[in-house]
């Protein structure tokens, strides 16, 4: 069965984790990617230019109602909530925080869950809060491929654990183990 | 046909009763966002399928209130985005020191907190006199809170902190009266802002203005109804006259993005040309 996309949501200790993932992503990769990083409010994305400088896949910003397409890696912007639509659009918000995060990860994953449903993966990164868990449970619901990084390998155990107490997921792996799992994934697709 | 999702079936009628019994129309607002509002307030309220609530919106009255209240975002902030009101100072106010007199529409005004910030800041450039803000919002509830003004003694700490990095002249602290919960916002900011009720997707063309905020109220739209209110906007501006919407919303699909000019792309503030 091939994939429509990945969701990836990471908070602290996100980048160094994102990094270890990203760049061995081939160009021609074919599942688009996106992803929430809590980011401080007044975060000028600059990170985001210095990721696409690493990664061969293009990293940018998900703009609103831009179409969601392969070759892309989307990060959500500071302050602003990510969904997806049906149409396989991106939706932006302002409401209120939700897990004290604007951008939250179960605000993009439950969206997202909705829209593709079983051609989802979601992915949980390190992270030391317990945004995710419900969007992930949500996208395992959904018949989509969970995974979460193992919380010993993480540098902030506490949102991989929370996401594996709340949803059987399919997978626990390193950080090495969710690259290769996700290239030898990009091959089959 | 494919059969569609029920919970996607009772929410389409959910928002046409709302439109045909409160005459709000939400029926080309982005699906995602809607769903999440309504099946937040179905949590809330303890019912297991918006069909229960159906009945509760046409016949309990405080309770459409609520829902009413949760399709409106309010969020908002003094001096959200400080680079914008800087870029307003540096950018914006030597157009707007050309005129003898100048309106300013702000459409979706929600709690009224960037209504004065604009105030303060045409307040510090000397243009406040000469100039008449028409604060607007449909959501009656935040509209009321705005005129009065009074905000809660634990936001000023960031809203200084935004006042200054938007190049504040003065201290924060001279534009309210604070106590131990509540900041008052003095009254004299208030005297050119009129606050009024309108609705961007119901209502027609407000009134002929130099420049319109809108800022964070056109994401929620579905690209159909965008066009639609980008077209009220341009009806509504002179010619020269400034557009200014939040930080992430742009031109690029607007049918009439070749009307304006960039006159600062990263802040999205855009100058209807002649």
Request: charged share 25%; hydrophobic share 40%.
């Amino acid at each position: 069965m091939g994939y429509g996309a990945i969701v990836i949501g990471v908070s602290s200790g996100g980048l160094n984790a994102l990094m270890k993932i990203l760049p061995s992503l081939p160009e021609n990769y074919p599942i688009p990617i996106v992803i929430v990083q809590h980011v401080s409010p007044r975060s000028d994305g600059y990170w985001i230019e210095s990721m696409n400088r690493t990664c061969r896949l293009n990293v940018k910003e998900a703009d609103e109602k831009e179409k969601i397409e392969r070759g892309n890696i989307y990060m959500a912007s500071a302050n602003y909530h990510l969904l997806v639509e049906k149409d396989k659009t991106f939706s932006l918000s302002t409401e209120a925080k939700v897990n004290f995060a604007r951008p939250s990860i179960d605000v993009l994953f439950e969206s997202a869950a909705e829209a593709y449903g079983e051609e989802l993966i979601g992915l949980i990164l390190t992270g030391s809060n317990s945004d995710g868990a419900l969007g992930l449970r949500k996208i395992k619901e959904e018949g989509g491929l969970t995974i979460v990084q193992d919380p010993e390998t993480a540098e902030s155990p506490s949102m991989p654990a929370y996401a594996i107490s709340t949803t059987s997921v399919d997978h626990i792996f390193s950080l090495e183990e969710i690259a290769n799992f996700l290239q030898t994934l990009g091959e089959g697709n | 046909m494919a059969a569609r999702d029920s919970t996607e079936i009772e929410i389409d009628l959910l928002l046409e009763a709302i439109y045909q019994k409160y005459g709000y129309d939400f029926r080309q607002y982005s699906d995602a966002h809607i769903k999440r509002r309504i099946m937040n307030r179905m949590v809330l309220s303890g019912y297991n399928t918006v069909s229960e609530m159906q009945f509760q919106l046409l016949h309990n009255k405080s309770f459409a209130n609520d829902l009413l209240h949760d399709l409106s975002i309010t969020v908002t902030e003094m001096f959200r985005d400080p680079g914008f009101y800087r870029s307003i100072r540096e950018k914006i106010i030597p157009i707007l020191k050309t005129y003898p007199f100048i309106k300013i529409w702000h459409a979706g005004c929600s709690t009224g907190e960037e209504a004065y910030s604009m105030a303060i800041l045409l307040t510090e450039e000397g243009l406040m006199e000469r100039t008449t803000i028409y604060a607007t919002d449909f959501n009656q509830r935040a509209l009321d809170d705005a005129k009065q003004g009074i905000f809660s003694n634990t936001l000023i700490k960031e809203y200084t902190t935004n006042y200054q990095a938007a190049g504040g002249r003065s201290a924060f602290s001279d534009y309210y009266i604070a106590d131990d919960n509540m900041a008052i916002m003095n009254q004299n900011l208030k005297k050119n802002i009129v606050w009024a009720n309108h609705n961007l997707v119901t209502d027609s063309v407000f009134a002929e203005v130099h420049m319109i905020l809108c800022r964070n109220v056109l994401i929620y739209f579905k690209r159909e109804l965008q066009n639609k209110v980008h077209k009220m906007f341009y009806e509504s501006l002179i010619n020269g006259g400034v557009l200014c919407l939040g930080s992430k919303e742009g031109m690029y699909f607007s049918e009439l993005k070749d009307a304006y000019q960039d006159l600062d792309p990263r802040q999205k503030i855009f100058k209807k040309k002649y």
